[in-house]
């Protein structure tokens, strides 16, 4: 007995040891440290690459987001040159984009007079076009004026429950009548229509000062008007500055910038 056990106290001993294993299943390195990370110039080398992948795509980004979002700017133009189109078809003419008086008179009332004849007295006009209107008319907020249609009360066509003519976002509209982008609102839409173009005394472009800019109907390279019989529907762009390359319109298919490239190719 006591031989067989010394025989398997041998054999045992004589077998390779099995090697320890953490609780993780992981065999530690045998004569050496684990490594725990990067080592400092590493580190640095990963944080180089980093750096110039950023510097080579953010231009490429920027530029992409500028161009969508003057895509959905000109998309918008679009849309309000239609509806402003569908006015023209419904009512006879376009609405003027210009009225500092509002009396029984003035363009807009004239206008006003024209389309609803049985808005009586005269005067009414004046009333209608005063609590009707967003202050008096300018080019920076007759779109959203005259867009927001009429009533169904011949009488009544400004004070009431209006028809819609185009569906704004009434959170891009300042108070002022202005509508504007998505948080742009120094990017106003402007509108000119074509009996505005020149001013009859001079035979001058009448000039519009609206917030800092100051717009007029533009002309192409032959001094011809752009959209010389309806209108002109114009936007500073994502800048908010008017007359610079992002400036958008209804008759360029994009930017100022790319418009005036065209014309050198």
């Known amino acids: 007995m006591l031989?067989?056990?010394?025989?398997?106290?041998?054999?045992?001993s004589s077998m390779p040891a099995r090697p320890r294993t953490t609780s993780a299943g992981c065999t530690p390195a045998v004569g050496g440290h684990r490594r725990s990370g990067f080592t400092l110039v590493e580190?640095?080398?990963?944080?180089?690459?980093?750096?110039?992948?950023?510097?080579?795509?953010?231009?490429?980004?920027?530029?992409?987001?500028a161009t969508a979002r003057n895509a959905g700017i000109k998309a918008e133009i679009d849309m309000l040159h239609m509806a402003l189109m569908n006015y023209n078809a419904e009512y006879g003419s376009l609405p003027p984009c210009y009225d500092a008086t509002l009396d029984p008179a003035s363009p807009a009332a004239m206008h006003l007079r024209r389309l609803f004849p049985r808005v009586q007295p005269p005067a009414q006009l004046a009333v209608q076009l005063q609590q009707g209107f967003t202050g008096q008319l300018t080019p920076g907020n007759a779109i959203y004026n005259w867009l927001s249609g009429f009533t169904l009360i011949p009488q009544s066509p400004l004070i009431g429950d209006r028809q819609k003519l185009y569906d704004f976002d009434n959170s891009r509209v300042t108070s002022a009548g202005v509508y504007h982008p998505s948080g742009k609102p120094e990017s106003g839409f402007v509108y000119i229509n074509s009996g505005m173009y020149l001013n009859p005394g001079t035979g001058a472009p009448n000039t519009f000062n609206l917030g800092s800019a100051t717009y007029s109907a533009l002309t192409d390279s032959t001094g011809k008007f752009f959209n010389e019989d309806t209108c002109q529907i114009l936007c500073a762009g994502r800048d908010g500055e008017w007359g610079t390359d992002d400036d958008l319109s209804n008759f360029w298919p994009a930017t100022r910038k790319e418009y005036l490239d065209s014309l050198q190719d």
């Open 43 to 65: 580190l640095l080398v990963v944080i180089l690459i980093v750096g110039l992948l950023a510097g080579l795509l953010t231009p490429v980004v920027m530029r992409a987001l």
């Open 3 to 12: 031989g067989e056990q010394q025989g398997a106290a041998a054999m045992v």
